[in-house]
């Protein structure tokens, strides 16, 4: 089953606007990672933060972690046109003392109008 | 930079072939995983490996299986291709387990016919 559960589905905004994914999981985490994909490629990694962390800066990215909440957000700010791909969070669950895996969810489909 | 590399960006098959997709990286990471990605689903992890020889199952395993004889190579092998394995299958790997990020391939979308 999946893990994550990513708000909204699609999100469409005009170039230099902001915009905000939330993500919310259900188990605990070791850390939880935001990626991009561009179209048909592969995922590139953006942030990663820590269960002991509550936000995070890279950029104009802005992540945030509520450990009590289950839940996370990814801000772009002053977005731009090139920022047009699907969002996707991960969350990093233990599997054993020394293991574990990355669970995704289902994404989020920004576009960006110029 | 770390690379993943997928042996084929598109790759067409008969429904019963033998399917094998490769991916090597060239960064001496421990962990590879295979995942595939559907529309709707995102992406669902199918099989990983933590260490040479060794392989754990996913989330959705059923129909696939793995090899890794070296520590860059990851193979999935579909045993018996069926139509409901058209997707895009993504090839990761990172360094170690429980905090770092991971580095993906850029894909392989099999078409089962």
């Known amino acids: 089953s999946q893990q994550g559960e990513e708000d909204p589905q699609a999100l469409s905004i005009q170039e230099g606007e902001n915009a905000t994914m939330n993500c919310s999981y259900k188990?605990?985490?070791?850390?939880l990672q935001w990626y991009r994909q561009n179209s048909g490629r592969g995922l590139v990694h953006l942030i990663l933060i820590r269960s002991n962390e509550r936000e995070k800066h890279s950029g104009r990215l802005r992540v945030t972690l509520d450990t009590s909440k289950k839940s996370s957000s990814l801000l772009i700010t002053a977005s731009r046109a090139a920022d047009t791909a699907s969002y996707f969070c991960?969350?990093?669950?233990?599997?054993?003392?020394?293991?574990?895996?990355?669970?995704f969810g289902q994404g989020t489909t920004l576009q960006v109008k110029p | 930079d770390v690379k993943v590399t997928q042996s084929s960006r598109y790759l067409v098959k008969r429904t019963g072939e033998k399917v094998f997709l490769e991916c090597v990286q060239d960064?001496?990471?421990?962990?590879m995983f295979w995942y595939r990605q559907d529309p709707g689903l995102g992406l669902r992890l199918i099989y990983f490996?933590?260490?040479?020889?060794?392989?754990e199952k996913g989330d959705i395993p059923e129909g696939y299986s793995v090899s890794r004889e070296k520590k860059e190579r990851f193979s999935l092998i579909l045993e018996s291709a069926s139509t409901n394995q058209t997707s895009m299958y993504l090839c990761a790997s990172s360094l170690w387990s429980g905090g770092t990020s991971y580095t993906f391939g850029s894909g392989t979308r099999l078409t089962v016919v």
């Open positions: 188990t605990s985490i070791n850390n």
């Open positions: 960064m001496d990471h421990e962990n």
């Open positions: 490996s933590y260490d040479v020889k060794m392989k």
């Open positions: 991960a969350t990093d669950v233990k599997i054993s003392s020394n293991t574990g895996k990355l669970i």
